[in-house]
């Protein structure tokens, strides 16, 4: 199975708005809503940000969200801060019983 | 509050296998509503699954991983195990245990809700 496609890098400024998008294919993404994201900080383990596409666990904050169009799913962080900053992975269900992740993006906080 | 906790060895030679087990506590991995999963990430590289069971016994692996891995479970331990055989330098990597909630009145979903903190595993002789 193939990894799900994302930007190696994306960046913005303290307030700012940025979105990581997540391509898959009609196996994947396009075929369930079973999309989730994930935070990562250096040396830590990830963490669950959204759910099933668009849902945000308790206690994460508001100004994560995301969507899904057809095969490409993204996600948004409006009103970025410092704490911001770090890796963030799509994940999907596929159509083989299996899970696969995105290659990750790193996000810079400017 | 569930925790989960990887054991084993942090150095394995290559071609032989590395083994991996996660104990879950203030849980239990006989639960119908959850997947229990093993997820790996190469030094400055990306998540990778590696594979998941069920309750039931039920298993799934990453199709490129699949004649080398084999996933387990110890009810009676409230565990789960990973073996990968014929390892190479390839194989390095932090090893996560991470629990897939699978099942709930809603419906069905599949996400990864819950990680253990890692493990390195180094492949080398």
């Known amino acids: 199975q193939s990894a799900l496609t994302q930007p190696a890098s994306v960046s913005g400024s303290p307030g700012q708005s940025i979105t990581i998008s997540c391509t898959g294919s009609?196996?994947?993404?396009?075929?369930?809503?079973?999309v989730s994201w994930y935070q990562q900080h250096p040396g830590k383990a990830p963490k669950l940000i959204i759910y099933d596409v668009i849902y945000r666990p308790s206690g994460v904050s508001n100004r994560f969200s995301a969507s899904k169009s057809g095969k490409t799913a993204s996600l948004t962080i409006s009103g970025l801060q410092a704490e911001d900053e770090g890796d963030y992975y799509c994940?999907?269900?596929?159509?083989?019983?299996?899970?696969?992740f995105g290659g990750g993006t790193r996000l810079t906080v400017l | 509050q569930v925790q989960l906790q990887e054991s084993g060895p942090g150095l394995v030679k290559p071609s032989e296998t590395l083994s991996l087990t996660c104990t879950v506590s203030g849980g239990s991995v006989s639960s119908a509503t959850y997947y229990w999963s093993w997820i790996r990430q190469p030094p400055g590289k990306g998540l990778e699954w590696v594979g998941h069971?069920?309750?039931?016994?039920?298993?799934n692996y990453n199709p490129s991983l699949e004649s080398r891995v084999t996933v387990s479970l110890d009810t009676s331990k409230n565990q789960f195990s990973l073996k990968l055989t014929s390892v190479t330098a390839a194989d390095t990597a932090v090893y996560y245990c991470a629990r897939i909630f699978y099942l709930d009145a809603s419906g069905f979903n599949w996400y990864f809700d819950l990680w253990s903190r890692g493990t390195l595993v180094t492949v080398s002789s």
């Open positions: 069971i069920y309750y039931s016994g039920s298993t």
């Open positions: 994940s999907s269900y596929t159509s083989i019983s299996t899970l696969v």
């Open positions: 009609n196996s994947d993404i396009g075929r369930y809503n079973y």
